[in-house]
């Protein structure tokens, strides 16, 4: 690696590192099965006299949370707080299980609703010689009282209201019935949060409503009954899912990696990151817990899948349930997700444009900021560029997406496509970047962003500048660019005047 090449992987890391500091500021309700893992360490040196099965010499003992706790503590290992919600016994089982999370003090357990008529599910693995011997689950996977189930529907839309995100992890053991995923469903909804599920039923059909699903490619194929082998084929099925659900479905595939398919938008295919496996036992649980915790914490759905992706790479190659920590993820992730120092226009995600941001600020450079639709070039269109080109010593340009300029300008518009206009605004002299936005302010790009000056035409005063405040709060400055009189794109679609010729580099 070349000394700018190594500069610029400390500089994306550090980025990418303080990024996940968004962690700190949210919280997640983990609604499911939760369990307790126990597992018994040995060795075997004879044989029992009684049958002819092998005597383990126990060593040593260790319980972990497990099921959907085990999504509890995958969260916590995040710097995450969490609200578990789900069902124990009243026996000595519940007591290890909360003990065990209670160790990061982020996790919240009032949720955990106890039923002495059954107990904690528990799993006792004996191994030795790194090989596991036997398997003993206690459990009872019945249905529940309608009194325990009234108590888990409550305490999951409490859960919910107070926090960011919601997960549904189904283990089948009962506390996902029918009026727990009602509720749940019903609460993230009334809420405006999303909530995310690891089906594990053949009908998915209860979990409409649900933002994203993420089942593996057996769950998949089993609940459509389609194949699931190849790509295409997993767009197929994920398409009859969407009937089914409304629900984006993301598909964990195991050598073959992830795939995401939207409900509207391209499918996202992600290859396996994994070098070595030793354990595949919790690597689900995971990827939904790096998902929820991303997408809560403001990252778009590439980074949340890279993210995720390579969190279940790291953690199957450590022995049994294990967790992550923000520094791996961000060790694993941060040479593909944060690009190199590129000022030439590049059309960049909204992550990727902050670490840019962030890289340029280290280099004592100013960044800039300037948003509209920007459809049908014309002069007035370049001479606000060239004026916000000076004002910075990197300019990144906002153009509203596709659907934010019909809410805003009608049905006809716009004339030309985002990607066009991606293109030929990332053409102009002066522009390093351009980022696209689908809601109707930058706002929220400003927000992250957080450029030291932001240009808006001079037809607003500042304190109509959307995020003006917020650049201001913090030393920027807004620039109220000059208008060239005369020039606008309705006027010029409607035969008033000529648009400048798309060229590369329109000087300025």
Not at 175 to 195: E, H, K, S, W
Not at 332 to 360: C, F, N
Not at 417 to 425: H, L, S
Request: aromatic share 2%; with cysteine; charged share 20%.
């Amino acid at each position: 690696m070349t000394k700018r090449r190594r500069a610029a992987a400390c500089i994306s890391l550090d980025w990418f590192t303080m990024a996940l500091e968004r962690f700190d500021r949210i919280a997640i309700a983990v609604i499911g099965d939760v369990m307790l893992d126990c597992y018994v360490h040995g060795a075997v040196d004879r044989i029992s006299p009684e049958a002819p099965v092998p005597v383990v010499r126990a060593r040593n003992q260790r319980e972990l949370p497990g099921g959907a706790a085990n999504v509890v503590t995958n969260i916590a290992s995040l710097g995450v707080r969490v609200q578990a919600v789900g069902l124990t016994g009243a026996d000595d089982a519940r007591d290890g299980l909360l003990a065990a999370l209670a160790t990061s003090g982020l996790v919240e357990t009032s949720g955990l609703v106890a039923d002495g008529a059954r107990p904690t599910t528990r799993k006792l693995r004996i191994l030795a010689g790194g090989q596991q011997m036997i398997r003993v689950d206690y459990e009872e996977t019945g249905a529940v009282p309608p009194a325990v189930e009234a108590a888990l529907a409550t305490a999951a839309t409490s859960a919910i209201a107070a926090c960011d995100i919601a997960i549904l992890s189904d283990y089948g053991k009962g506390v996902l019935c029918d009026a727990v995923i009602t509720a749940a469903i019903a609460a993230a909804r009334a809420q405006g949060r999303r909530i995310i599920v690891d089906p594990k039923r053949r009908d998915w059909s209860i979990y409409a409503g649900a933002s994203v699903l993420t089942p593996n490619r057996r769950e998949l194929s089993e609940a459509t009954g389609l194949p699931c082998d190849s790509d295409a084929e997993v767009v197929t099925a994920a398409a009859r899912a969407h009937a089914a659900t409304g629900a984006d479905i993301l598909v964990t595939r195991s050598e073959k990696g992830m795939s995401f398919i939207p409900v509207t938008g391209t499918p996202i295919h992600l290859a396996t990151v994994a070098r070595n496996v030793f354990d595949v036992s919790g690597a689900g649980d995971t990827v939904i817990a790096v998902l929820a915790a991303s997408l809560a914490a403001g990252f778009e759905i590439g980074s949340a899948m890279k993210m995720a992706n390579h969190a279940a790479g790291i953690v199957v190659g450590k022995v049994g349930t294990a967790t992550v920590s923000r520094r791996e993820i961000a060790e694993a992730v941060e040479p593909s997700i944060a690009p190199e120092d590129a000022t030439d226009g590049r059309p960049l995600s909204l992550d990727q444009a902050v670490a840019l941001r962030t890289a340029w600020a280290r280099q004592g450079l100013s960044v800039g900021l300037a948003n509209g639709c920007f459809d049908l070039i014309h002069p007035g269109h370049v001479s606000l560029i060239r004026q916000a080109a000076n004002s910075c010593d990197r300019l990144i340009m906002a153009l509203n997406a596709d659907s934010s300029v019909k809410r805003l300008k009608g049905p006809s518009r716009p004339l030309q496509d985002e990607e066009a206009r991606v293109e030929v605004i990332g053409a102009m002299k002066g522009v390093a970047a351009v980022i696209l936005f689908a809601e109707d302010t930058p706002l929220a790009i400003i927000e992250a962003l957080q450029p030291d000056v932001l240009v808006k035409g001079a037809d607003y005063t500042e304190d109509q500048v959307v995020g003006g405040h917020i650049v201001k709060a913090r030393g920027g400055r807004v620039v109220l660019a000059q208008l060239m009189p005369g020039h606008s794109t309705t006027r010029l679609a409607a035969g008033g005047q000529s648009a400048v010729p798309a060229q590369t580099k329109v000087p300025a």
